[in-house]
């Protein structure tokens, strides 16, 4: 009898531990979500992108606006996690910087949120109007053939590729000396997310030297692009310079498509491929942050080196992108 009121006991414990975990999923979607986006940023700002990932039963939301009248960006960013799907834990978080460049051409309608549905182990991406869904969202943004170009002087030559929305640098800590910014995020510019598959297709910066100025120009997916001047100046005592009959593009595409290079980006929150110049050579670089195995590796394709990598500890439990973007605007 014992027992048997015993086993009754366990079966109405699970019976009601089932029926709270029910209760308790949240039922957020993309529109709801966005409701909750203070009504003067809906009304100001417009929205230009908006992104969704899941991954074991985790999802993350998030919502790019420009505010033409301010020149920002900001990123609304709502993340929810369960532990046995039971217990359930929100987070909410904002990041906004000034831009010198207009998104307004990106602008899409909110309505378009009500086609997002949730699902499990995908990613959704809002560009331009339409949904794109897992591999496809890679397939839309340009390749580092299609941009670089014979007859410029180049300053700096950037690929950018990130696992989600984002504006801002990512904050690492490395062993007794505290806080440190890693090398990766340009203030002004709307980082969009890809899925680290394809190490020669992202969002591209041409840093292009023009007299005494650098021409910024930066090419998004479907052929859109944005440009300005830096208010960097051009020093040509530097020797900084370069033009493709100075680099082997070639030789550095093949190894940035290598499998060793997609194997080792895979999981990152943050991909740099970059061609600049230093010590009077032209060097092709990639860096990435993997916070799944705390570490930022480096790799130079150009002229060829090993693959080097710098172990970090994350801060509340993972990298985070800072608050306040603390990098120069350009280059």
Known sequence: MKKLTAVLGLLSILLLLLAYAYSNQPH????SLYQKIPEQVRENAQLIAAYYSSQNGDREYQFAFYDPKERTLSIYTFKISNFLKIFWDKEENKITCETPFNYSVLATSP??????????????????????????????????????????????????KDEELSIGGIIERHGDMGLGPAYFGYKGLLHLPTTMHNPSRGVIVEFIAKNDTIHVVIHYPKNMTFSTISSVRLRKDW????????????EILQKSKSKELSQEIKGSLRFEFSITKRDNRAEAWASWINSRKQAHGYWRLYPPDKIEWRRFTCIEKSC???????????P
Do not use: A, H
């Not at 957020?28 to 529109?31: L, N, P, W």
């Open 111 to 160: 309505e378009k949120l009500k086609n997002f549905e949730n699902c499990d182990n995908c990613k959704l991406f809002l560009y331009k109007g339409r949904i794109y869904k897992n591999k496809e969202i890679e397939s839309i943004y340009p390749s580092i053939e299609q941009v670089i170009k014979e007859n410029t002087t180049y300053v700096n030559f950037v690929l950018l």
């Open 239 to 250: 020797n900084s310079t370069w033009n493709l009959k100075e680099v082997p593009l070639s």
């Open 320 to 330: 985070r992108w800072t608050e306040e973007n603390i990098f120069d605007p350009f």
């Open 28 to 31: 957020e979607t993309m529109s």
